[in-house]
């Protein structure tokens, strides 16, 4: 298998016999199949996959809180029930991916391994449904969404620091990430970038194409999706009986120059939602900053990229 510890952005970490159990799980696996930017992978070169984000997520557990094998449990299996392409598509027909991860956690063979390490499937649905370092608090930045904000950026090859530097400058309580002032207003401006290229309007709407394509389909053919994986769906899509979804497929897979996005809602074209904003802020010195100046204009700038689009194939 691979090796985990080679992970690029954070130190290494040696990982437990339970969690080298699980990343061997086809649950664990399937993530390594499923694009952490959805259907943004059609049209962006920044690719990762959920494995890659959840190996950093347990990574950063592991590195904050090295004796709590419950958490670093939990990390490794916080997206599993994540469908193909993330986000895109588990609106459209009707999914809940944390609900399907409380399920995969209890199936035999996630609890299975848990057992034999004496961990309850209980006690890892429980921390993965209430506060805990790796959501952060309503207002507070987790480990979860800390890792996507990192990894996302480096990605698009503007971190610029060296986020094993970063770590040294960071805590994690069960509130969430804590900082000094300077290192917080740089995970602020990583933030803002990360949402700039989350709401590039291609980006969403290469989204909302798949999403429609994969609900023509799928109404046709009426199957399970959830547990697929990103290619399958799209070969699926290829070869649907629906010549809409095919043409949709065929334009995000070879013809992008098809793809028309506007701010203009004419009624013709697909319309593109607004989306939704990361909000959460880490704490300055165990403080947090939510009713500061800074965390205003963080959160207008935020706000300003929230834009309906129509999409339309030329």
Same mark, same amino acid.
């Given at each position: 298998?691979?090796?985990?510890?080679?992970?690029?952005?954070?130190?290494?970490?040696?990982?437990?016999?339970?969690? *080298?159990?699980?990343? @061997? $799980?086809?649950?664990?696996?399937?993530?390594?199949? /499923?694009?952490?930017?959805?259907?943004? =992978? &059609?049209?962006?070169?920044?690719?990762?996959?959920?494995?890659?984000?959840?190996?950093?997520?347990?990574?950063?557990?592991?590195?904050?809180?090295?004796?709590?094998?419950?958490?670093?449990?939990?990390?490794?299996?916080?997206?599993?029930?994540?469908?193909?392409?993330?986000?895109?598509?588990?609106?459209?027909?009707?999914?809940?991916?944390?609900?399907?991860?409380?399920?995969?956690?209890?199936?035999?063979?996630?609890?299975?391994?848990?057992?034999?390490?004496?961990?309850?499937?209980?006690?890892?649905?429980? *921390?993965?449904?209430? @506060? $805990?370092?790796?959501?952060?608090?309503?207002?507070? /930045?987790?480990?979860?969404?800390?890792? =996507? &904000?990192?990894?996302?950026?480096?990605?698009?090859?503007?971190?610029?620091?060296?986020?094993?530097?970063?770590?040294?400058?960071?805590?994690?309580?069960?509130?969430?990430?804590?900082?000094?002032?300077?290192?917080?207003?740089?995970?602020?401006?990583?933030?803002?970038?990360?949402?700039?290229?989350?709401?590039?309007?291609?980006?969403?709407?290469?989204?909302?194409?798949?999403?429609?394509?994969?609900?023509?389909?799928?109404?046709?053919?009426?199957?399970?999706?959830?547990?697929?994986?990103?290619?399958?769906?799209?070969?699926?899509?290829?070869?649907?009986?629906?010549?809409?979804?095919?043409?949709?497929?065929?334009?995000?897979?070879?013809?992008?120059?098809?793809?028309?996005?506007?701010?203009?809602?004419?009624?013709?074209?697909?319309?593109?939602?607004?989306?939704?904003?990361?909000?959460?802020?880490?704490?300055?010195?165990?403080?947090?900053?939510?009713?500061?100046?800074?965390?205003?204009?963080?959160?207008?700038?935020?706000?300003?990229?929230?834009?309906?689009?129509?999409?339309?194939?030329?």
């Amino acid at each position: 298998m691979m090796n985990v510890r080679n992970e690029p952005l954070y130190p290494g970490i040696q990982p437990t016999p339970l969690e *080298l159990d699980l990343i @061997q $799980s086809s649950y664990l696996r399937r993530l390594k199949h /499923l694009a952490h930017y959805g259907a943004g =992978s &059609f049209v962006s070169p920044v690719t990762h996959s959920r494995f890659e984000h959840t190996i950093g997520v347990w990574k950063l557990a592991a590195y904050f809180f090295p004796e709590h094998h419950l958490l670093r449990a939990s990390a490794l299996l916080h997206d599993i029930g994540h469908l193909p392409f993330s986000h895109a598509v588990e609106r459209t027909l009707g999914y809940n991916h944390h609900q399907l991860t409380l399920k995969y956690i209890q199936s035999n063979d996630i609890s299975s391994r848990l057992k034999k390490a004496g961990i309850s499937t209980d006690d890892v649905c429980h *921390l993965l449904t209430n @506060q $805990s370092p790796l959501t952060g608090t309503d207002l507070v /930045l987790g480990l979860d969404h800390l890792d =996507s &904000f990192i990894r996302d950026t480096y990605m698009m090859s503007d971190l610029n620091r060296d986020p094993s530097e970063i770590l040294t400058n960071l805590s994690c309580t069960e509130k969430g990430i804590s900082t000094d002032q300077q290192t917080a207003e740089w995970l602020l401006s990583i933030i803002v970038k990360d949402h700039t290229y989350m709401h590039a309007p291609m980006l969403k709407a290469a989204d909302r194409l798949l999403a429609e394509a994969v609900h023509l389909h799928w109404f046709s053919v009426k199957q399970d999706f959830s547990f697929l994986i990103d290619a399958q769906v799209t070969a699926q899509l290829i070869q649907s009986p629906n010549a809409k979804a095919r043409s949709i497929i065929q334009a995000l897979l070879f013809e992008p120059n098809r793809i028309h996005v506007s701010e203009t809602i004419t009624g013709t074209g697909y319309v593109v939602p607004k989306g939704k904003i990361y909000h959460r802020l880490p704490l300055i010195n165990g403080d947090e900053m939510t009713q500061t100046d800074q965390a205003s204009t963080f959160a207008t700038e935020l706000e300003s990229m929230l834009k309906e689009y129509e999409v339309c194939l030329k």
